[in-house]
């Protein structure tokens, strides 16, 4: 690809390589939206987008759930240093016993990383108790193992704690309180009708369309701590601008602090709680992004990084997975989008 000058001619040359049919954008800061966009269609061959459609944010899933999580502490519904025998006793006598809220919300619980419990697994009941059979990869604490199961884990978590459905709990402790009318798992009718589409699934079926494309969340039902939220572009701006505003609606001054700083110091990668921290190494924005800047990235081609120096959000939404998930160039696109947009926000 050639150097295009801005993130829509970058995103636009990488649409017409088959990258992604469809992508949206946006940069802000705490107050305003400085740049912001939409192209392309919800599927090869459908309906342009308008900038309102539903996005699936895969992982993007994982530190929403945080924040619940992180509520849940603030409210003293459970704390960070709770073993998860207490709060989910089939875990009593198990080698995962004593793996902490605060270890998972870390990644550093030892659980392994993206397992396929899905193939062997096809009821809920099923695929959670392969999740309390899996084998740690690592002693807890010691080192960050990227990991949807312990997200898994967290959102039944939530749910003990809390004493509500994961959605619910979304709902009433971070959707409502920011304004986040299009946040939602599992969305029904014409919300679903006009998400972005996704993989053409040959376990399905069918190209996905609304429903979550992660497989083990859909034996879970939709509704998991790992992967299941959409949401609209204007959701995401807005919780980007909070994250910047630092926590303003979400989280008090200290929790938000918690939550904000590296918690894997002297490990392999720096991690905060829920989200992914700066590594001076392989980061997926690159280098773009100051040190204390944290995010999260969806395997569907989702991504909301925050920089707290520069007092700015990013927002890149895409569906790379469409109509295959072999989008290994789609790294490197994401990488130069947050360049072009960190030079853009820094513009005077």
């Not at 919800?42 to 342009?48: E, T, V």
């Not at 605060?102 to 392994?112: V, Y």
């Not at 993989?199 to 979550?212: A, F, I, M, N």
């Not at 944290?294 to 909301?304: A, C, I, N, R, V």
Request: glycine share 12%; aromatic share 6%; net charge neutral.
């Amino acid at each position: 690809m050639s150097a295009p000058r801005d993130p829509r001619d970058l995103l636009d040359e990488a649409r017409r390589h088959k990258l992604f049919s469809a992508a949206a954008w946006s940069t802000g800061t705490g107050d305003d939206v400085l740049d912001s966009g939409h192209l392309g269609t919800r599927r090869w061959g459908g309906p342009a987008l308008d900038g309102t459609e539903l996005w699936d944010l895969a992982s993007v899933t994982k530190p929403v759930v945080g924040l619940a999580v992180l509520a849940l502490a603030e409210r003293g519904a459970l704390s960070l240093a709770d073993p998860l025998e207490e709060l989910l006793p089939d875990y009593r006598g198990t080698d995962k016993a004593r793996i902490t809220v605060g270890q998972l919300l870390a990644h550093t619980s030892g659980l392994p990383g993206s397992t396929p419990l899905y193939r062997d697994h096809p009821t809920r009941r099923e695929l959670l108790d392969g999740v309390r059979a899996l084998p740690l990869a690592t002693r807890p604490g010691t080192a960050v193992w990227y990991s949807s199961a312990g997200f898994i884990l967290l959102g039944l978590l939530a749910e003990a704690a809390g004493g509500q459905p994961l959605d619910i709990l979304v709902a009433q402790l971070v959707a409502e309180p920011m304004g986040l009318t299009g946040l939602t798992f599992a969305p029904h009718g014409e919300a679903r009708a006009h998400a972005v589409s996704t993989e053409d699934c040959s376990w399905r079926g069918h190209v996905v369309t609304g429903e979550v494309h992660d497989e083990n969340a859909v034996v879970l039902g939709g509704i998991a701590g790992h992967a299941g939220l959409f949401a609209p572009l204007a959701d995401l701006e807005r919780l980007g601008a909070a994250l910047v505003r630092g926590g303003d609606g979400l989280l008090g001054p200290a929790a938000f602090s918690q939550m904000t700083k590296c918690h894997t110091e002297g490990l392999n990668l720096r991690r905060c709680l829920g989200w992914q921290g700066q590594d001076p190494v392989a980061s997926p924005v690159g280098g773009a992004m100051g040190p204390d800047s944290y995010g999260h990235t969806g395997f569907t081609g989702t991504s909301l990084w925050v920089d707290p120096a520069a007092g700015r959000f990013h927002v890149l939404l895409a569906n790379r997975v469409h109509p295959r998930r072999d989008g290994r160039r789609f790294p490197s696109v994401r990488r130069a989008f947050h360049h072009r947009a960190a030079r853009l926000s820094a513009a005077p």
